[in-house]
């Protein structure tokens, strides 16, 4: 609900939706003429509305000190900014239509930054489970002799079971 400042300016609270037009502002560089309708068009109000949330002094200033946290070094940043910018982004990601993959890129880019996902190096062993067989003989005589102690062991293998 817009409070009355003075002088009859109306000061907005932000919401959601206004933390996800700032984020929008920021990661995707619209061309200027098209940046209100295309950020209008995702959160499904007028372009109006987006031209008048830019007037805002309250806007404003978040969006000077989101734009602030987006250039500087992301290890200053406190972890309740960080919470809450992981839930805008995320908010922000699913509104995205799917042809729209080069934006959903750069919210999924920087999600992976405000966790810090980066930083994790994961080591992957891969390790090769299957039926315990003799190397491939390479004269008949071998195959032979191989075959022959396959059949013993499988006999000692029954004996015992």
């Known amino acids: 609900m817009p409070r009355v400042r003075g002088y009859g300016v109306i000061e907005m609270k932000l919401r959601d939706q206004h933390a996800e037009a700032i ?94 996902d980066d930083r994790i190096k994961v080591e992957h062993t891969h390790e090769l489970v299957g039926p315990n067989i003799p190397p491939r003989a390479e004269t008949y005589e071998e195959w032979l002799v191989q075959n022959k102690t396959m059949e013993i062991s499988n006999a000692e293998l029954i004996e015992v079971i």
């Open 23 to 116: 984020q929008m502002m920021i990661l995707d560089r619209y061309s200027r003429h098209r940046q209100s309708q295309q950020i209008a068009d995702q959160l499904k109000v007028t372009k109006n509305t987006i031209n008048v949330w830019k007037r805002d002094a309250d806007f404003k200033r978040e969006y000077e000190r989101q734009l602030e946290i987006y250039r500087n070094n992301f290890d200053d940043i406190r972890l309740a900014d960080r919470k809450e910018r992981v839930r805008v982004l995320s908010d922000m990601f699913e509104h995205i239509p799917e042809p729209r993959v080069a934006l959903r890129l750069k919210v999924m880019d920087q999600i992976r930054i405000e966790v810090g």
